[in-house]
């Protein structure tokens, strides 16, 4: 890959992974509800889970898709009813102080491994790991040079999804009051809704 593609994919992946979607979303919302230590599995099972989703895309997983159009159809409305379940969620979360035992422990971050799993079904990850390949790296390109692209998107990645979460984490104290919490999550859940839209009609 040459130098000047190098820097023009991470700026694709610095954009991709810095602006709102899905993961931004949420990784936002669980920094309010439940601070940056509580989410740091979250936004870990993002990152390595969109690792490998871009490492095998690069490795022919696109191709899939061009035999079986279907599929990535399939995948796209399973992530969009997905999202659907989770913006509920988000809207209908509480602060932590006011609920049961037995509340608080069902109302929790996302684990690790969900939020890894999640990355195949999440519509933004795919139309990212897609675009990076289709545009910046060569169809031809070998193993080392997939697995280079991968490493580098994880690793823009990473601090990009973090500052949304560091975010939720310092306004938390501005939404003490319950009121307060529920206009922020269930706007949370509707930009979350709205998120679906221009990535369901152009995907």
Known sequence: ??????????????????????????LLASGVNFGFRATLPHM??????????????????AGLFAVFPWLYVVLKWVGAAYLLYLAWNIANAGPLENKTQEEAHTASPMSFLGAAAFQWINPKAWIMAL?????????????????????????????SISLWVLFGAKVR??????????????????????????MLVTA
């Not at 939404?175 to 709205?194: C, H, S, T």
Request: glycine content about 10%; overall charge positive; charged content about 5%.
């Open 1 to 26: 890959m040459a130098f000047d593609t190098l820097m023009a994919f991470a700026l694709f992946a610095l954009v991709s992974s810095i602006t709102p979607g899905p993961n931004n979303l949420m």
């Open 131 to 159: 675009g990076a390949f289709s545009t910046y790296v060569p169809a031809a390109s070998g193993f080392w040079i997939v697995a280079l692209a991968a490493g580098l998107f994880a690793l823009i990645n990473l601090p």
């Open 44 to 61: 870990m099972g993002i990152n390595m889970g969109f690792m490998i989703l871009v490492l095998a895309v690069g490795v022919g997983l």
């Open 173 to 198: 104290h501005l939404l003490k009051v319950e009121r307060n919490l529920r206009i922020f999550n269930y706007g949370m859940a509707l930009l979350l809704v709205l998120s679906l839209y221009p």
